[in-house]
């Protein structure tokens, strides 16, 4: 027998993940889908479980010294209807899942699920997003590349509940965001990219590309960023093929239901290209 | 266990179940309104489709504790109103229900997208009924038909 716990209060929460190791429920998007049994039969959880959905302290966006801060009980409805939210933030939730799930669903699920297939993350990884752990031992942030560090893999202790995650604003001359899937909506996708520049005085200060759905976890290469930082737009262009040939290292998708590992790696492997050559 | 307490199709209740039985169980199993379907039982196809503080939620995705405290409506609340008849009549009078099983979970959407927005756009309405699917009608007859309740809706001055 299993314990259900529905705490009122964060600070309860956190008393009951000090004694329990639990699944933690947010919108339940995720968690629904892979306890599934057959209708009518409740789900199958293995061990305890803790409802955060209603824990409305943890239901906000606000910005602190110029970073955005998200509460994990919010949602992707609100997160898209707020002025404070990135374009290209808001440009992957539209394209996240439906209306209804996007109504239930957090942006914090999505990090605590950390599928290779997690359109957020690549958004996240981009902006150098950082995740608020929170236990009775305190606070602690952790940036998002650290934490996720496999195929459903987090650096989460089990009386840690994922309170907030984090997101410095930037100012990007321009972004890109890409996503391949089956249909347009309700469609888990083979492929996704998010891009970012920044160019002043014809020079390239910033360049970053992060892949989703290609590896065990988002590949976003920091070295490779900095090795092309600092060249003009034309230097960048003649380098265009050096830049595919080391992130072609790191495209290493799997064949499954969804696609093809070939498929997936040229898809990739074209959409970086087409971000670089039009680069301006 | 404690009870878990909220509002169904405007009726207050307190119910003895799991927290993580599926709303949409507990709509058909305990409470017998079959109205609302189950279509894919893993949030893709819509046919679950009920309004939780009149947004649409996926109800075999919700577990019951998620929705403590707040007001449900499903079909078998809805269909008795005047803004329900606007709408399948809409259905009917287009033939955008054929074998009919999408058509809880559709209406539903579009009586969520009539609340945020009474005059959509033909490419709204899309984006609204984008969790929807249906395997009869293709689509099209559907949204001239959630186009045409608005209309009807402005004609006879529904508020929604």
Redesign the interface.
């Known amino acids: 027998m299993v314990n259900k716990f529905i705490p009122k209060s964060l600070k309860e929460a956190l008393l009951i993940l000090d004694q329990h190791d639990c699944y933690i429920m947010a919108g339940g998007t995720d968690l629904m889908v892979m306890k599934h049994r057959s209708s009518g039969l409740l789900p199958n959880f293995d061990k305890d479980v803790i409802y955060i959905s209603n824990l409305e302290e943890l239901n906000y966006i606000k910005k602190e010294d110029n970073k955005i801060i998200i509460g994990a009980t919010t949602k992707y409805i609100d997160i898209l209807n707020c002025s404070l939210i990135p374009q290209l933030l808001k440009e992957i939730i539209i394209e996240i899942a439906s209306p209804s799930l996007r109504n239930m669903a957090t942006l914090v699920g999505n990090i605590g699920n950390a599928s290779p297939a997690g359109d957020s993350l690549v958004g996240l990884y981009l902006l150098d997003a950082e995740v608020e752990l929170t236990s009775l031992r305190g606070t602690r942030m952790m940036p998002i590349n650290d934490f996720i560090y496999g195929v459903r893999r987090i650096h989460r202790e089990p009386d840690e509940l994922i309170t907030a995650v984090v997101i410095p604003c930037h100012d990007f001359t321009f972004t890109k965001w890409k996503k391949v899937g089956s249909r347009k909506a309700e469609t888990i996708s083979k492929i996704t990219f998010a891009g970012a520049y920044t160019i002043k005085n014809k020079i390239i200060t910033d360049l970053r590309l992060a892949f989703g759905s290609v590896s065990i976890t988002v590949v976003r290469r920091l070295e490779l960023e900095a090795k092309y930082v600092g060249l003009s737009v034309d230097e960048l262009q003649s380098k265009i093929p050096d830049i595919i040939e080391d992130y072609g290292k790191f495209i290493t998708p799997i064949s499954d239901q969804r696609s093809t590992k070939d498929y997936r790696y040229k898809v990739a492997i074209n959409i970086a290209k087409d971000f670089l050559t039009h680069i301006e | 266990m ?1 009870k878990i307490k909220l509002i169904i199709n405007h009726q207050p209740m307190e119910l003895e179940v ?5 709303l ?2 507990v709509l ?2 305990e409470l017998h309104m079959m109205g609302t379907k ?1 279509g894919c ?4 196809c ?1 046919a679950c ?1 009920v309004l ?1 503080d009149g ?4 109800s ?4 019951i ?2 929705v ?2 707040k007001e449900v409506l499903t079909i078998d609340g809805f269909n008795k109103t005047e803004q329900y008849r606007v709408i399948a009549d809409a259905f009917s009078e287009l033939g955008a229900s054929q074998c009919g099983f999408c058509t809880p979970g559709m209406i539903m ?1 579009t009586y ?1 997208l009539f609340l945020k927005n009474p005059h959509p756009t033909e490419e709204e309405v899309r ?2 009924l ?4 249906c395997r009869c009608t293709g689509y099209n007859a559907i949204i001239k038909a959630v186009l045409l309740a608005a209309e009807e809706g402005k004609e006879r001055g529904i508020k929604w």
């Open positions: 404690e799991d927290p993580s039985e599926r949409l169980d058909r199993k189950e039982g893993e949030g893709s819509g489709t939780v947004v649409s939620y996926a075999c995705l919700t577990p504790a998620n403590i405290g959407s969520a984006l609204a984008s969790g929807n699917l």
